[in-house]
C-alpha cells in the first residue's frame, strides 16, 4: 500500500503563487514518475504535469507550460508544484499521482497511475 498526500492548497488572489507538495509513503515509496492533475466539480480530471524519478518533467502546455514547475525531491519521496503567475481558470482540487512501472513516454492520463492522492482545493480569486 503506497499512501500519497498532499499539501498546500488554499486561496489566492489572480497573479499570485501557491507551491503544493505530496508526500508519499508506506511499503514502496519508490516511484517511476509523479504526477499532478485537477478537476473542476463535473468535468474529467486533467492533466497537469509529471517528472520521473530521473528529473524529466512534462507539462500541459496549453494551460500551464510558462508558469507551472515541477520538481522531486527522491529522498524525502516528495514533489512538487510550483504555481505562479495563476489564473481564476487554474481553480480545482489538485491531486498527486503516482505510478511505479516505467512506461514511454512519460504518461499523461490517468488512468496510466497506480496510486492517487486525496487532492487538495486550489482557489483563485479575480
Known amino acids: 500500500q503506497v499512501q500519497l498526500v498532499e499539501s498546500g492548497g488554499g486561496l489566492v488572489q489572480a497573479g499570485g503563487s501557491l507551491r503544493l507538495s505530496c508526500a508519499a509513503s508506506?511499503?514502496?515509496?519508490?516511484?517511476?514518475?509523479m504526477g499532478w492533475f485537477r478537476q473542476v466539480l463535473g468535468k474529467e480530471r486533467e492533466f497537469v504535469a509529471a517528472?520521473?524519478?530521473?528529473?524529466?518533467?512534462?507539462y500541459d502546455v496549453d494551460s500551464v507550460e510558462g508558469r507551472f514547475t515541477i520538481s522531486r525531491d527522491n529522498a524525502k519521496n516528495t514533489v512538487y508544484l510550483q504555481m505562479s503567475s495563476l489564473k481564476p481558470e487554474d481553480t480545482a482540487t489538485y491531486y498527486c499521482?503516482?505510478?511505479?512501472?516505467?512506461?514511454?513516454?512519460?504518461?499523461?492520463?490517468?488512468?496510466?497511475?497506480?496510486?492517487w492522492g486525496q487532492g487538495t482545493q486550489v482557489t483563485v480569486s479575480s
Open positions: 517528472i520521473t524519478r530521473s528529473g524529466e518533467s512534462t
Open positions: 508506506g511499503r514502496t515509496a519508490y516511484s517511476y514518475v
Open positions: 499521482a503516482a505510478r511505479f512501472r516505467g512506461i514511454r513516454p512519460v504518461p499523461k492520463t490517468s488512468g496510466q497511475y497506480d496510486y
